[in-house]
């Protein structure tokens, strides 16, 4: 099993960078490609951005040029680092791991929020 804690969310205005971090703890040695999920009131969880244990990574549309993401492995630690925030960019974000041995098999956090607004 694995356990993932999200931290570094909060309330940031139009046009600021906020980070945050998730820590995996557990079995993490079966932890391959990980991600950063979001779902705004109403809406339905949507990728954000997953890299994989090699350092490739994949963004939404919507993120590109803004967000980046990046893991430290000795540390089983995923990052999001977010800029140019938007009111639109407001959601509980969510870290999900993927495991490397059975692909079916993925872990999730409980989410952080983050607001942007002025």
């Known amino acids: 099993q694995v356990q993932l804690a999200e931290s570094g969310g909060g309330l940031m205005e139009p046009g600021g960078s906020l980070r945050v971090s998730c820590a995996a703890s557990?079995?993490?040695?079966?932890?391959?490609?990980m991600g950063w999920y979001r779902q705004a009131p109403g809406k339905q969880r949507e990728l954000v951005a997953t890299?994989?244990?090699?350092?490739?990574?994949n963004y939404a549309d919507s993120v590109k040029g803004r967000f980046t993401i990046s893991r430290d492995n000795v540390k089983s630690t995923v990052y999001l680092q977010m800029n140019s925030l938007k009111p639109e960019d407001t959601a509980v974000y969510y870290c999900?791991?993927?495991?490397?041995?059975?692909?079916?098999?993925?872990?999730w956090g409980q989410g952080t929020q983050v607001t942007v607004s002025s």
């Open positions: 999900n791991a993927v495991n490397r041995f059975d692909l079916r098999t993925s872990y």
């Open positions: 557990g079995s993490i040695f079966t932890i391959g490609t």
């Open positions: 890299i994989t244990r090699g350092g490739s990574t």
